[in-house]
């Protein structure tokens, strides 16, 4: 009798123990590694292809898998969250070992993932945020930090105007165009928020006026349409453009010199994420700085599926590391770029 006593008490350390990575006690162990061990699926939902850093983030996530033995189930929301809760639905009646997504937009994911949760698939966010009645509904977040962005843009962009002694085109204030991402999306968001708090807390924040805010939903031809709408509105006024991704301020640098100005010169523009095609306009002078987001997410997400998988502990929030890049280390910098 005793035997089995402490044969069930064994067997129940072993099951917590398996459960404490996360919301989710994972339903497979697999980990993919090793002779014999089942290969992991993953069901993978993505949100599109909008810009040249989601198609970099989505090579990283495909390579990643290969190269860890993972059997990915990829799938393309075509920027529509509705599409991302199919595609989940779908892995949960697949049966995959673990579900990671791309969030289109911050909320409407409760239902799903509580879906997930029953069925003991365990979830990894992936680069954007969600914001959820239940924190539990998740494992990990795995990303980047969208309001320190934010934050990172208006400091450089104060200490730029401040060392160039830039004067604002109105005699008065620096008059500030942002073009926003997607609407709802946890990037625009927060890097507006963390681009307007850190203004509010500058001892130069009067210097400062936002003239117009819009959404260029991320892309390079919304960017440079929002772009000709605001240079249509404020002729000659602006002094600024903060772009929420390079793709817009791409898109926004083709308005520029449509309209005969210079952009990078006329106009400062900072903007987020570091492609390689905003460093070429930041060495052809037409942008002024990027403040990197860092889309190469694959191998982390690879590395943390496993380790759940394998019923190991997991931060639940991890950031990619990122810098920021002034034009004047564009040319230096270009070659080492990977995206
Ligand atoms: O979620 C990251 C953002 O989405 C990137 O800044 C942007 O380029 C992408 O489309």
């Not at 990283?60 to 929301?77: H, N």
């Not at 990671?100 to 409407?108: D, H, K, L, Q, S």
């Not at 993932?113 to 954007?128: F, G, M, S, T, W």
């Not at 959820?132 to 930090?145: E, F, R, W």
């Amino acid at each position: 009798m005793k035997k089995i006593v402490s044969l069930l008490l064994a067997a129940a350390m072993m099951l917590m123990v398996a459960g404490c990575g996360g919301g989710t006690e994972p339903k497979s162990s697999g980990s993919g590694s090793g002779s014999g061990a089942k290969q992991m699926t993953m069901g993978f939902s993505q949100i599109g292809a909008e810009s040249e850093w989601r198609t970099a983030n989505t090579e990283s996530i495909k390579q990643a898998a290969k190269d860890a033995g993972v059997k990915l189930i990829f799938s393309d929301a075509q920027q529509k969250q509705e599409n991302q809760i199919k595609a989940i639905r779908s892995f949960i009646a697949q049966g995959v070992d673990i579900i990671a997504f791309v969030p289109i937009v911050e909320t409407g994911w409760d239902t799903v993932l509580k879906e997930a949760k029953d069925a003991k698939i365990p979830v990894i966010v992936v680069d954007r945020d969600v914001k959820l009645g239940d924190d539990s509904l998740y494992v990990a977040k795995i990303g980047t930090d969208s309001v320190a962005e934010g934050h990172k843009v208006f400091k450089w962009l104060d200490e730029y105007m401040t060392k160039q002694h830039k004067q604002p085109k109105d005699g008065s204030q620096f008059q500030v165009a942002i073009l926003e991402g997607t609407v709802g999306s946890s990037p625009a968001l927060r890097r507006q928020q963390g681009f307007k708090d850190e203004m509010a807390a500058s001892s130069n924040a009067g210097k400062y006026n936002i003239i117009a805010s819009q959404t260029g939903e991320f892309t390079r031809q919304k960017g440079q349409e929002v772009m000709e709408s605001f240079l249509k509105s404020y002729g000659n006024k602006i002094d600024v453009l903060f772009a929420h991704n390079d793709d817009m301020a791409l898109g926004a640098i083709q308005a520029i010199e449509a309209a005969g100005m210079k952009p990078g010169k006329d106009i400062t523009i900072v903007s987020i994420d570091g492609v390689k095609g905003i460093f070429q306009a930041m060495i052809d002078g037409k942008s002024n700085c990027t403040v990197e987001c860092n889309p190469l997410q694959g191998p982390l997400l690879m590395e943390t599926a496993k380790k759940i998988l394998a019923g190991q502990k997991v931060d639940k929030l991890v950031y990619v590391e990122e810098g920021v890049f002034p034009s004047d280390k564009a040319a230096e910098v270009l070659p080492s770029r990977k995206y």
